[in-house]
């Protein structure tokens, strides 16, 4: 079990940055991969960005180059860096924790931050 606490979403202008976190319950050291998602409404929920236990990252396209995902092993936190907001990426961000365990997989998501980005 992995309980997932986000942080850091806000209202900001077009241009602007923010900092997302997320707190894991425990150790996101053996966590196969940690990612954050978003669903903006009347969508579905999709890729932001992914970072394996090896260091591995990959982005959805539409936030290549503005976003970065990062972790801080010590304090069990996963951040993503968003840079050069458009209104576009106005939704609610999820943390999602993604666990391998011999033949099953298990997947935990936090309550989700909002972010709103105004024109």
């Known amino acids: 079990q992995v309980q997932l606490v986000e942080s850091g979403g806000g209202l900001v202008q077009a241009g602007g940055s923010l900092r997302l976190s997320c707190a894991a319950s425990?150790?996101?050291?053996?966590?196969?991969?940690m990612g954050w998602y978003r669903q903006a409404p009347g969508k579905q929920r999709e890729l932001v960005a992914t970072?394996?236990?090896?260091?591995?990252?990959n982005y959805a396209d539409s936030v290549k180059g503005r976003f970065t995902i990062s972790r801080d092993n010590a304090k069990n936190t996963v951040y993503l860096q968003m840079n050069s907001l458009k209104p576009e990426d106005t939704a609610v961000y999820y943390c999602?924790?993604?666990?391998?365990?011999?033949?099953?997989?298990?997947?935990?998501w936090g309550q989700g931050t909002q972010v709103t980005v105004s024109s």
């Open positions: 999602n924790a993604h666990l391998v365990r011999w033949t099953s997989t298990y997947d935990y």
């Open positions: 425990r150790s996101i050291f053996s966590i196969n991969a």
């Open positions: 970072l394996t236990s090896g260091g591995s990252t």
